[in-house]
């Protein structure tokens, strides 16, 4: 009874506060000072149609980085929670796939791992960016999974891969800030001609950094749940 109770009244008290937010709402017609300057000037400075990515990786670049940071951190404390669990033992070997699935897997690995790449390299242009092309990435390593549990990856590639990345993301900050107008910013590169694949100065660079990090760190600990780390 006490706890249908508590129940009750947290519903309540849920359902007061979100009254009182709708009900207190005003929509915003106008832009205010500083995202009115983004959407009016970013476009021309950064060279990059896709204004979210403008905004993401040069204005609030420091953002970004911090919460690659915290992506990173979170990889190593499961893998550290995993190593000291000790990890389970499987009772039995992990089933096969059918052929089917295999087939198809065999196929649509390397679609997927395309469209990742396709998704973070056009960043600037069409939505998209790092972190959801490098998660696309990472679902094809879950595919890969699922299809042929046995499968390994190469750690070596993947830790080299994920270290030079968030080098080479923390080597154009520094550019900016002795090349062009402060830390992460895009201009260390020609802006090139607005609109094409090789435009808006080092954004696709960064967000393929973003994307192959974010990727091998997700695989990386998709492999650690599946048990298979050294």
Do not use: C
């Not at 087939?103 to 390397?110: I, M, W």
């Amino acid at each position: 009874m006490a706890k249908r109770l508590l129940i009750v009244l947290t519903l309540i008290l849920l359902a007061f506060m979100f009254w009182d937010v709708a009900g207190n709402y005003v929509e915003k017609t106008a832009l205010e000072a500083l995202p009115g300057r983004y959407v009016a000037q970013g476009p021309d400075e950064l060279g990059a149609p896709n204004l979210v990515t403008a905004v993401v990786v040069t204005y609030r670049g420091l953002d970004t980085l911090g919460e690659v940071t915290v992506l990173f951190l979170s990889a190593i404390a499961v893998g550290l929670l995993l190593t000291l669990g000790g990890g389970t033992d499987a009772a039995e070997p992990p089933k096969r796939a059918s052929e089917i699935v295999e087939t198809a897997v065999e196929y649509l690995f390397p679609i997927v791992i395309l469209l990742g790449v396709y998704i973070f390299a056009n960043g600037h242009l069409t939505p998209g960016g790092g972190f959801q092309g490098g998660a696309v990435i990472a679902s094809a390593t879950l595919l890969l999974f699922l299809s042929l549990p046995q499968s390994r990856l190469r750690h070596g590639l993947l830790s080299a891969t994920e270290s030079l990345s968030g080098f080479g993301y923390v080597v154009i900050g520094v550019l900016g800030i002795a090349l062009a107008g402060g830390f992460l910013d895009n201009r260390v590169l020609p802006l090139g001609e607005y609109g094409r694949l090789f435009s808006a100065g080092a954004i696709p660079v960064i967000y393929t950094f973003i994307g192959l990090k974010v990727g091998t760190e997700l695989s990386a600990v998709l492999e650690r749940f599946k048990g298979n780390a050294p």
